[in-house]
Nanobody
Framework: QVQLAESGGGLVQVGGSLRLSCAASGGTFNRYAMGWFRQAPGKEREFVAAISRSGGRTSCVDSVKGRFTISRDNAKNTVHLQMNSLMPEDTAVYYC????????????????????WGQGTQVTVSS
């Protein structure tokens, strides 16, 4: 099972940008579809974005379309979440997750399809 470690969170003003990174180790990274989820205080964890093993297919929640971009570098065992035009409602702990799959072009929106999780990184957007 791959181990995941997020980085890149922090405090940013409304309209600003952050780039989250997730480094994978201990597994064959290109066998995992990857996803980003977030959990705001008092709320359930929600899907943000996902990417297939090959990187060829991505999906995201409607609230971040046009603002967030997920990408991966299989040579460096990393997945990124570029977040632009940040808003206060984006404030949350962001988690990276991995789902081992045989399908190279499938990505997953359901958190229960992921078996590997990072510890999370805090993103705070101030107004």
């Amino acid at each position: 099972q791959v181990q995941l470690a997020e980085s890149g969170g922090g405090l940013v003003q409304v309209g600003g940008s952050l780039r989250l990174s997730c480094a994978a180790s201990g597994g064959t990274f290109n066998r995992y579809a990857m996803g980003w989820f977030r959990q705001a205080p008092g709320k359930e964890r929600e899907f943000v974005a996902a990417i297939s093993r090959s990187g060829g297919r991505t999906s995201c929640v409607d609230s971040v379309k046009g603002r967030f971009t997920i990408s991966r570098d299989n040579a460096k065992n990393t997945v990124h979440l570029q977040m632009n035009s940040l808003m206060p409602e984006d404030t949350a702990v962001y988690y990276c997750a991995g789902a081992r799959t045989s399908y190279s072009e499938t990505n997953y929106r359901n958190q229960y399809q992921y078996e590997s999780w990072g510890q999370g990184t805090q993103v705070t957007v101030s107004s």
